[in-house]
């Protein structure tokens, strides 16, 4: 009897470390997609097909099939200048239960826009 319960015992403490292993391996970051367009929609769209096919490279990267993902305001990331002033912004911001845009005038294009998401697995 001894045997069996000293089995069953590894057999626990096995899951509980594969289980533990598991938990440290989860984790979240924030991710953003940037495009441009030749209107303001078309620069929204783009910008959120970036950001899914980042979401979707991050899920290959970490080999997981399901993630949680949640809106975050990402800084925006402007292709010709280092940074965008609060006059060039283009109102209003776009907001998902799984994306936030913020879009502004571009120096080439109409509207340049930056999707972020919070993502963890």
Not at 1 to 15: D, E, N, P, Q, Y
Not at 68 to 96: C, E, F, G, H
Request: aromatic share 8%.
């Amino acid at each position: 009897m001894s045997k069996i319960r000293g089995f069953a015992l590894a057999l626990v403490t096995a899951g509980l470390c594969f289980a533990q292993g598991a938990t440290a391996q989860a984790g979240c970051v924030g991710l953003s997609g940037t495009a441009d367009g030749f209107d303001h929609q078309t620069a929204v769209d783009r910008a959120q097909a970036a950001l899914a096919e980042a979401i979707s490279d991050l899920k290959t990267q970490k080999r997981v099939s399901r993630v949680s993902v949640s809106a975050m305001r990402a800084k925006p990331q402007p292709y010709w200048r280092d940074s965008v002033s609060s006059n060039l912004y283009q109102k209003p911001d776009i907001v998902t239960s799984k994306s936030y845009t913020i879009c502004w005038a571009g120096v080439i294009s109409p509207s340049v826009c930056t999707s972020g998401a919070k993502v963890c697995w």
